[in-house]
Nanobody, 123 residues
């Protein structure tokens, strides 16, 4: 079993930045594609970004150009740098791990999940 722990959420204003982190233990981190998802109240969980083992990345259109996903295999950590935040970015953000060489973009593809971290953007 892999354990994923997110951190870095908080309350910010429109236009501010936040950096989320997800620390992974229990498995060989470099074998996994890592993804970020988010879920707003009353809405389904949605894909945000993913990074492959070889550090290829893919983003949802809603965050492209504002968010950047990165990974540090030496520290078993994946980050999500979020800039120019908007109120519609408000959600619980989850990181997830999938043992694949590809770029998974749907929640069912991911094997392991963190508990989530709240991001609230005020207008």
């Amino acid at each position: 079993q892999a354990q994923l722990v997110e951190s870095g959420g908080g309350l910010v204003q429109t236009g501010d930045s936040l950096r989320l982190s997800c620390a992974v233990s229990g498995r060989t981190f470099s074998w996994y594609a890592m993804g970020w998802f988010r879920q707003a109240p009353g809405k389904e969980r949605e894909f945000v970004a993913t990074i492959s083992r070889s550090e290829h990345t893919y983003y949802a259109d809603s965050v492209k150009g504002r968010f950047t996903i990165s990974r540090d295999n030496a520290k078993n950590t994946v980050h999500l740098q979020m800039n120019s935040l908007k109120p519609e970015d408000t959600a619980v953000y989850y990181c997830a791990a999938d043992h694949t060489v590809g770029l998974p973009t749907t929640a069912p593809e991911y094997e392991y999940w963190g508990q989530g971290t709240q991001v609230t953007v005020s207008s």
